[in-house]
């Protein structure tokens, strides 16, 4: 594995893997500064873009055996609630992409879960109280494209932390361990 320098920065393709992005977080301690902020790898989200296409693919099928059975208002209505529909199902689950993040700090780490937009979970633990990091990786697509879970075991009775399909779970877990007291 390369050596990965944390106090450079580093941004790649749609944000899943920034090491010192810049970027402040609301609940920041003095002195407090964001080392690593996590997505999901930007391939675990292909499924449901491929649904989205094929749902397009299927409204668009549908037109031509809808003037059979419909008027054309009908179809006009079908369409556009088709179409309002499959774009909410994309907006949905890019916004759960973007916004379910874990952030590393010089001090803690940071676990953001949204949940149907109107839903916030957030999991922290000071560094100083992490026992343990593991990282998994199995299966070919997660092989090919290097991502995994991270989990972050803490001591006594805090949660223990869980980062689901990252990249580069290895570094991940080097980035914590170089981070730790």
Not at 54 to 68: E, H, Q, R, S, T
Not at 70 to 79: K, W
Not at 89 to 105: A, C, E, P, R
């Amino acid at each position: 594995m390369s050596g990965m320098d944390i106090r450079k920065p580093s941004s790649h393709a749609l944000h899943a893997f920034d090491i010192r992005p810049g970027l402040r977080y609301a609940n920041l301690h003095v002195h407090e500064e964001v080392i690593l902020v996590l997505r999901a790898h930007p391939v675990t989200q292909i499924p449901w873009i491929i649904n989205a296409v094929f749902a397009f693919f299927i409204l668009f099928i549908l037109n031509f055996f809808l003037p059979d059975f419909l008027t054309v208002s009908q179809i006009v209505f079908l369409n556009i609630f088709g179409f309002v529909a499959i774009l909410s199902y994309l907006w949905f689950n890019f916004l759960g992409w973007y916004f379910n993040v874990g952030i590393i700090t010089n001090q803690r780490v940071i676990d953001v879960d949204f949940h149907a937009v109107i839903y916030k979970e957030v999991t922290e633990t000071l560094l100083s109280k992490v026992e343990d990091v593991t990282a998994k990786s199995g299966g070919f697509i997660a092989s090919l494209f290097d991502f995994g879970h991270v989990f972050v075991q803490t001591a006594g009775t805090e949660a223990n932390i869980e980062f689901f399909h990252v990249p580069r779970p290895s570094e991940v877990t080097k980035i914590i361990n170089q981070l730790l007291p």
